[in-house]
């Protein structure tokens, strides 16, 4: 089975702070992990993935996460935050093989203050 | 190269009613999932198609039920609709091999009264 938690269902920063958010997983194989963002009624958008390469990962629009196979977690980080980094945020696991559903987190919803 | 397409954007259905929604999958792509994403929820996984053949289901009855057409387009049917399928429900195309990396459509966002 797999599992994802977010911690911290909403996370509140100043424009150009740090934006860091948390993401645990549980799996019972070498999982592959997603980013996704959501902004207000539209569909979700993928900012990055790991899929056993390379452990730092860069995404889109100056994200990045780190996989920790040690703390089980792939938090997203970004250096400064921008206005419209403001969205909802999903982390997902996938177990690939003969199972590539996507198992979500409950999502954190990222606010920007000017 | 287009991508996910769904519709209709916007339905609102009366409580025993039968719903059909539709996705259209990024070209090239084989494989179509959908999830459920109820309000304040991350989406939830219903099934998934694969050359016209399911190919994994989450914990979902079998009033929902799902078609994948040769041009890999797809279809989510609910029947007996209940005030708990209020949702926005996704529609997510990828490739069968690969990083499992899934696009996803806009949504449609399904309102039972």
């Known amino acids: 089975a797999q599992s994802v938690t977010q911690l911290g269902s909403h996370v509140s920063v100043s424009e150009g702070a740090l934006v860091l958010l948390r993401c645990n997983y549980s799996?019972?194989?070498?999982?592959?992990l997603f980013w996704y963002v959501q902004y207000p009624n539209q569909g979700l958008q993928l900012l990055l993935k790991y899929t056993s390469a390379a452990t730092l990962v860069k995404g889109i629009n100056g994200f990045e996460a780190e996989f920790k196979k040690s703390e089980t977690s792939f938090h997203l980080t970004k250096p400064s935050a921008h206005m419209s980094d403001a969205a909802e945020y999903f982390c997902?696991?996938?177990?690939?093989?003969?199972?590539?559903?996507?198992?979500f987190g409950k999502g954190t919803l990222l606010t920007v203050n000017p | 190269e287009t991508g996910v397409t769904q519709s209709p954007t916007h339905l609102i259905k009366t409580r025993g009613q039968q719903v059909t929604l539709r996705c259209s999958s990024q070209s090239g792509h084989n494989t179509v999932s959908w999830y459920q994403q109820a309000l304040g929820q991350g989406p939830q996984f219903i099934f998934q198609?694969?050359?016209?053949?399911?190919?994994g289901r989450g914990n979902f009855p079998p009033r929902f039920s799902g078609l994948q057409f040769p041009n890999y387009s797809s279809e989510l049917n609910v029947n007996a609709l209940e005030l708990d399928d209020s949702a926005l429900y996704l529609c997510a195309s990828s490739l069968r091999q690969g990083t499992y990396e899934q696009y996803f459509g806009p949504g449609t966002r399904l309102t039972v009264t």
């Open positions: 799996s019972s194989v070498p999982p592959y």
């Open positions: 997902a696991v996938s177990q690939g093989g003969s199972n590539y559903k996507l198992t």
């Open positions: 198609y694969y050359r016209e053949e399911e190919n």
